[in-house]
């Protein structure tokens, strides 16, 4: 069955130290890549999106993420983290490139950011 | 504000009743899917609707089922709860044939708990 991965289930770190989640799928095909985040009593935002082009994405808040094909892995990165970064991190993935809305998410990566 | 809207936010049901949970896309979104998160995991994805029709469904029994009505809406039911369909439903929004119609845009979920 077509599956995520994510690496890490609770990453805890200070303020201004650097961020990697890991993220692996099982689909060998095309694929669209995407990294959501959900803050504490708040709803899925997109962070960042890989449909095609270059492999070095970056999204919102200062997060990229940089798709290596070769891996099967979308690795979420940031440079230094704030305590707002503090929330559920998911990596997802839709095989193929049809409109299915299908998603399959990975399990989550709980990140607390100390002060 | 997420632009989806759900409803009711949290409900609490007994086994083998009937639940029906409502979703408002986004303003200009055509596509409406739905997911579960049960506690500690990702969402996974229930099933789609477009043009009122189901047009995608992931491994979910036939006592989840739900519709679409002409100004985008969209209900999910599900029937005969059991203790295991206690989780968080979330309702997704897309624009069909778009460029990025995998974007998705999700609301603040229902939360329901089957005792």
């Known amino acids: 069955a077509q599956s995520v991965s994510q690496h890490n289930h609770h990453v805890i770190l200070s303020e201004a130290a650097s961020l990697e989640l890991g993220c692996n799928y099982s689909?060998?095909?095309?694929?669209?890549l995407f990294w959501y985040v959900q803050y504490p009593g708040q709803h899925l935002q997109l962070l960042l999106k890989?449909?095609?082009?270059?492999?070095l994405v970056k999204g919102i808040k200062g997060f990229e993420a940089e798709f290596i094909k070769s891996k099967f892995s979308f690795n979420l990165r940031k440079p230094s983290v704030q305590w707002s970064d503090t929330a559920e991190y998911f990596c997802a993935v839709i095989h193929g490139s049809s409109n299915t809305g299908k998603l399959i998410f990975g399990q989550g990566t709980t990140l607390q950011v100390k002060p | 504000d997420a632009g989806v809207t759900q409803s009711p936010t949290h409900l609490i049901k007994t086994r083998g009743q009937q639940v029906t949970l409502r979703c408002s896309p986004k303003s200009g979104h055509d596509t409406v899917s739905w997911y579960q998160q049960a506690l500690g995991q990702g969402p996974q994805f229930i099933f789609q609707y477009y043009e009122e029709e189901e047009r995608q469904r992931g491994n979910f029994p036939d006592r989840f089922s739900g519709h679409q009505f002409p100004n985008y809406s969209s209900e999910l039911n599900v029937n005969a709860l059991l203790l295991g369909d206690s989780a968080l439903y979330l309702c997704?929004?897309?624009?069909?044939?778009?460029?990025?119609?995998?974007?998705?845009?999700f609301g603040a979920g229902s939360r329901l708990t089957v005792l």
């Open positions: 997704a929004s897309s624009l069909w044939g778009a460029s990025g119609a995998n974007v998705l845009t």
């Open positions: 689909y060998g095909g095309t694929v669209n």
């Open positions: 890989y449909f095609s082009g270059d492999p």
